[in-house]
């Protein structure tokens, strides 16, 4: 397997890493030198996931860590350079994404790279912990909230931010009804709306991000990664899955999606690259409703809202 050392002892953290586009980029960054955390929330899935990746024979890659959630005891191993670790968080309860939060502050004082790619369809309308529709609470709200709470690592760190969103965020509309009821499920449109709209927040967040917290060193971007064979179109409903079926044949693999996200990180000439929105490879311009600031805004705010503990 190729090495490359282009991002030699750099922090990553990746989450829904044992599946399509986060297992990749968790592969591509271990290739490129980095030390991954891998946030994963099911245990069995992430363990096989961790074993396949050693197994791969990715020289340098050790689980430095016992295996995430409650139990991140650490074990006897190197500590430099790369290597690969597992937590265990679901990211649509909140206890959770704090719980992760501060497992990762305490381990990683300085983070360069975060990728907050896991993703979820639902076929049904249903409820986070916390009263929130599944998936704008797994795709937006878990990841708004780890992100905020490890802002001094990534300010301490690189501070690369890269959200995996979707070219769907296009058919996203969160003017259709007041944001509560969507965050809620009670303006809930069907499945791929659901999705839609959570897409859309992914690049609404990121360009917030860059205005809130450019000044501080972090950067931030949203990449479509490709339509891509992986399993979130085999968790859908019956009729969006009929509706991809013909589209099956022409799906990419999972790396595309792997070096989507590597595009972002791991050049640094392109550290100044920030507040965009990139089709795979191609910067494009984003959705309407993306670029509208006063939306980012409410929405920013609403959220931190939704999040407080
Ligand atoms: N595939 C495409 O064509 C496509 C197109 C556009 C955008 N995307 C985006 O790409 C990203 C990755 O999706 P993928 O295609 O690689 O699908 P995938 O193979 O299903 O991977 C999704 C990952 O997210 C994890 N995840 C789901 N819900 C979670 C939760 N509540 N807490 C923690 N982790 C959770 C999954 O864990 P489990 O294995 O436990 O379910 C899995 O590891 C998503 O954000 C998706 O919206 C994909």
Redesign the pocket.
């Known amino acids: 397997m190729r090495m490359s050392s282009s991002l030699k002892g750099q922090v990553a953290i990746v ?10 980029a968790t592969e591509m960054l271990l290739q490129a030198g980095a030390h991954v955390t891998m ?4 245990r069995e ?2 363990e096989r ?1 961790l074993a396949e990746l050693r197994a791969a024979g990715l020289r340098g890659v050790r689980n430095r860590g016992a295996l995430g959630g409650r139990l991140n005891e650490p074990v006897a191993g190197d500590s430099g350079g790369a290597g690969v670790d597992l937590e265990l ?5 909140q206890e ?1 994404v704090r719980e992760l939060a501060g497992r990762l502050a305490s381990r990683l004082p300085a983070i360069d790279i975060l990728v ?6 639902r076929p049904q309308c249903v409820h986070s912990p916390e009263g929130f529709e ?1 998936t704008f ?3 937006h709200l ?1 990841h708004f909230l780890l992100t905020r709470l490890l802002r001094e690592g990534l300010e301490a760190g690189r501070g690369r931010i890269v959200n ?5 965020h296009r058919s996203g509309d969160l003017r259709r009804a007041e944001l509560e009821d969507i965050a809620r499920g009670q303006a809930w449109d069907g499945a791929l709306q659901a ?1 839609a709209d ?2 859309l927040a ?1 690049v609404l967040f990121t360009l917030e991000t860059v205005r809130r917290w450019g000044s501080r060193g972090i950067t931030a971007n949203a990449v ?12 859908t409903s019956l009729g969006p899955r009929l509706l991809l079926l013909p589209f099956t044949w022409f ?2 693999s ?1 790396d595309v ?1 792997g070096r989507a996200v590597m595009n972002l990180v791991e050049d640094p000439s392109r550290d100044d690259v920030t507040g965009r929105y990139f089709h795979v490879l191609k910067e494009q311009g984003p959705s309407a409703q993306a670029r509208d600031e006063s939306l980012a805004r409410e929405l920013w705010e609403r959220s931190v809202e939704w999040t407080r503990g």
Do not use: F, Q
């Open positions: 989450t829904g890493a044992n599946s399509g586009v986060g297992r990749s946030v994963c929330r099911s899935r992430g996931a968080a679901d990211l649509s309860r959770d907050n790619n896991a993703g979820v369809t599944l609470a797994t795709n878990g995996v969103s979707s070219r769907g999705y959570s897409k992914n479509h990664p490709g339509v891509l064979a992986t399993e979130i179109w085999k968790k799906m990419s999972p999606g």
